[in-house]
């Protein structure tokens, strides 16, 4: 990783949790309540949404330029999402394990290549999830096939890259890992930090 600007030093004093008092959990969420000092001094009462998995996101980019997307209703905002193959992985295991299960499972395809390019912090206000994103390539049918959960009724679309990135740009991929992974690409595509054929396919 490279050096920090200068610009980025932190300044002031952190935040200071007292005691924490769990009000909700299940097997993904804990939901703890904090009586605590902002760093200006001042007491507050914070909630904070703990997540037992690590958010993962995989950027399946074909030799052709094309990307893979999975389609789902989603029950948050109650409406129908398209966004690349993600999930969630157990804190104590490696995100890249996580990615190449949620991978198989989503779009039964299995990749030869991984490249970690995204870790960020979701809602970081009111959360602790991490999101890892990887892109993957070299891709083929999994010998497996779709492995989907109880809960899962999805479906496929492998649109150009640029078309996929033009649909998250105009508001229709929401989806905000979606949206990182896509541009994300698009930088490493431009500035020559994919193979060159693989960048030619995407961005032509």
Request: net charge negative.
């Amino acid at each position: 990783m490279a050096e920090k600007p200068a610009w980025l030093k932190p300044h002031g004093r952190p935040w200071t949790r007292g005691p924490g008092r769990v009000v909700f959990e299940n097997p993904w969420i804990e939901v703890t309540e904090f009586d605590a000092v902002a760093p200006t001094g001042r007491p507050a009462h914070y909630g904070l949404v703990g997540f037992k998995n690590h958010a993962i996101a995989v950027l399946p980019i074909h030799d052709d330029g094309c990307v893979t997307l999975v389609g789902q209703n989603r029950l948050p905002f109650a409406d129908y999402s398209w966004e690349i193959p993600e999930g969630g992985g157990p804190l104590a295991v490696d995100p890249l394990d996580g990615a190449r299960r949620e991978l198989a499972e989503e779009t039964g395809l299995e990749a030869d290549h991984w490249r970690e390019v995204l870790q960020a912090q979701l809602s970081n206000s009111v959360t602790d999830e991490l999101a890892f994103g990887f892109i993957a390539t070299g891709l083929r049918q999994a010998a497996g096939g779709h492995q989907m959960d109880a809960t899962e009724d999805l479906a496929i679309a492998r649109p150009p890259f640029r078309e996929a990135l033009r649909a998250a740009l105009d508001g229709h991929l929401k989806d905000v890992l979606t949206l990182a992974m896509l541009l994300r690409a698009y930088h490493m595509a431009r500035e020559g930090a994919l193979p060159a054929a693989l960048a030619r396919a995407m961005l032509g």
